[in-house]
Structure formats: structure tokens, C-alpha cells
């Protein structure tokens, strides 16, 4: 037995209870690019997915890669920007999105997953009619003039309506989906969608016991730079206003609070980075990250 799986089994020794209460229930994992790292680590978050699986839960991974977008866009020389956290996408930018969610990440987290003996199937937003979006519209306040203007991030969308049917019969025929966060418009255009905002919109539609956000920190982290293990909707709202939650943490909390006013039972933030974060998080009492609940 290897070494990686013995500290399964060590999770799991003390995980009954949990595993009652996780009993096909769905999960749905956030898995960030910044925590895909090394392919070990890949292999890795595979195995964990597929013990998942194996034991009762009914795990939904929905990706990200903007690490990853930004590889292959330096390859082939391409300059990307971002605004609000959010990649301004135009027709080309599209086309690389599109390749390489949709491409090598999906399939390399779905053949982790199937090489540590689960099925897992990866399809993007686009396939099955899971998830239509519109063009995100987002306004900002110019600081010189305060007047409000439109932003315009090209092609950049939001989910308009979430068609969780091909989710729902892939869980039944116990194989994990993979999701890439690309959507399509009722006209058929192709948009880019921030994957937090999209493992929230699927973790809503699916009505999702949890929702676990993997990214490369601990956790939100006070204004004193320690761990907060449990926040409520009211302080994440309070940590924004006074500004020590900022930057990339935003979406992902806002994501966190979309899908607990959603009815998902908890939403957390967790280090993708920590071995077996997603078991340590589930099946012990402690938890490994920033659980918020409503
Ligand atoms: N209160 C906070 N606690 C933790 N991280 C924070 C906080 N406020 C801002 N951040 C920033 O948010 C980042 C996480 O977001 P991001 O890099 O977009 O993650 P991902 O790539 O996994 O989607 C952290 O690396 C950190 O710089
Ligand atoms: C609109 C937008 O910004 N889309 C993201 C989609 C990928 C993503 O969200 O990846 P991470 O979770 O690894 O950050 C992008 O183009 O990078």
C-alpha cells in the first residue's frame, strides 16, 4: 500500500459519522488552478475525488486553470489582462480559453480521477445545456468623475440558468462530471465564466450538502492574518466593507454566501495544497478551512 494510501485509510478510520452524513449527498469541489500544481498533486486530488465516490458521497468537481490559460498564452505570445479579477476576453482570448479549459485541464482532472478507479466524464458548461449564460454586466464608479460607467469585459459571462439534468444523470450512473466554467448564450455565443462563480451556480442548482472551495491559502484570513475556522454571511459581508477581505478572496466569498442563501448546507475555503484537503475537510471534526454558513 502506498504511502498516499494509508493516510486515506487514516482519514477514514475515524470518519463514520461523517460518512453517514455525507451519504449520497452531493458535493461539489471547486478545484482552482493555483491548487492543481505539480501532476503528483493532480494524481493526488484524483484519488481523494474517486475515494469519494467510492464511499457513498457523490462528488461534482468544477475546475478553473487561469494559471494554466496564461501558460499557453505566453507560448503563443499573447498579452492578457484582468480587471476585477475577471480575464478581459475578446474573440481570440475566447478561443485559448475555451482550448484549454475545455482541453487538456478538463481531461487531465477526469483521468485523475478514472486512473484512481472511479469513471469520471468531463464535459464544459456548453455541453448538455448546463449552463446558459449572458454577458456579464458590471458597472464601477470613475474615480475622477464618480460617474458610473459600464465595464466591458468582451466575452466574459455570467450563468443565466443553470439545466443540471446532465449532472443529475451522470451522479445516477455513479460517474463523476468534470466541469469546465465555459457557458453558452441562448444565441449561441461561447463566454468565459470565473469557475468559482460556476461551482456556485451548479452547487445551488443541485441543491449541494457542500460546497468546497480549493485554493492555494488556508483559508479567509483576519485582519490579523490568522485562520477564521467559521464565518457567518453577515461577517463575510463586514470583512469586505472594512476591506480585509479583498482581491481574489471577493468572488470566492461571494460564491460561498450565492450558494448558502441557495440552500447548499456550507460552502468553505479550503488550501488545495494541503494533502487531502478535501478528506481532511469532509471527515473530521475540526474541518481544514473557513466554513460559511448562512
Ligand atoms: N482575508 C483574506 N484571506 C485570505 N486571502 C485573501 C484575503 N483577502 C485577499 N486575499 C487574497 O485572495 C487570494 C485567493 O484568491 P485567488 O488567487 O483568486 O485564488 P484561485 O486562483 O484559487 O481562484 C489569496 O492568495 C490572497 O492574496
Ligand atoms: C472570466 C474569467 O476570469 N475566467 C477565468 C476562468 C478560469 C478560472 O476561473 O480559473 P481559476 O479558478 O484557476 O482562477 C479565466 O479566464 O482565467
Not at 443540471?164 to 463523476?176: H, K, S
Amino acid at each position: 500500500m502506498t504511502d498516499d494510501a494509508l493516510d486515506q485509510m487514516a482519514i477514514l478510520a475515524g470518519a463514520l459519522p461523517f460518512l453517514k452524513r455525507y451519504d449520497d449527498q452531493i458535493v461539489v469541489v471547486k478545484y482552482g488552478g493555483h491548487a492543481m500544481g505539480e501532476e503528483e498533486t493532480a494524481l493526488r486530488f484524483g484519488r481523494d475525488i474517486a475515494l469519494l465516490e467510492q464511499v457513498g458521497v457523490n462528488p461534482v468537481v468544477v475546475h478553473g486553470g487561469g494559471p494554466q490559460i496564461n501558460a499557453m498564452l505566453k507560448r503563443l505570445g499573447v498579452k492578457s489582462s484582468f480587471v476585477q479579477g475577471l480575464r478581459v476576453t475578446d474573440e481570440e482570448m475566447l478561443d485559448v480559453v475555451e482550448m484549454v479549459l475545455a482541453g487538456p485541464v478538463n481531461k487531465q482532472v477526469a483521468s485523475a480521477i478514472t486512473r484512481a478507479g472511479a469513471i469520471a466524464v468531463g464535459i464544459s458548461g456548453k455541453d448538455g445545456g448546463l449552463i446558459q449564460a449572458r454577458k456579464l454586466t458590471r458597472t464601477y464608479r470613475d474615480p475622477d468623475s464618480h460617474i458610473e460607467r459600464v465595464l466591458d469585459l468582451g466575452f466574459v459571462g455570467e450563468p443565466e440558468r443553470v439545466d443540471p439534468r446532465v449532472l443529475q444523470l451522470l451522479i445516477g450512473a455513479d460517474i463523476v462530471p468534470v466541469v469546465a466554467p465555459v457557458g453558452v448564450g441562448a444565441d449561441g455565443q461561447t463566454y468565459n465564466i470565473n469557475a468559482d462563480t460556476v461551482a456556485g451556480a451548479i452547487a445551488g442548482a443541485l441543491g449541494a450538502e457542500r460546497l468546497l472551495m480549493l485554493t492555494d491559502v488556508r483559508g479567509v484570513l483576519g485582519p490579523d492574518g490568522q485562520l477564521i475556522p467559521e464565518m457567518t454571511v453577515a461577517e463575510v459581508k463586514a470583512g469586505i466593507e472594512a476591506g480585509w477581505i479583498s482581491a481574489g478572496m471577493i468572488p470566492k466569498v461571494e460564491t460561498c454566501i450565492y450558494a448558502v442563501e441557495r440552500g447548499v448546507k456550507g460552502a468553505v475555503i479550503v488550501d488545495g495544497r494541503v494533502p487531502h484537503a478535501v478528506l481532511l475537510e469532509l471527515f473530521t471534526g475540526t474541518g481544514a478551512g473557513t466554513l460559511i454558513r448562512a
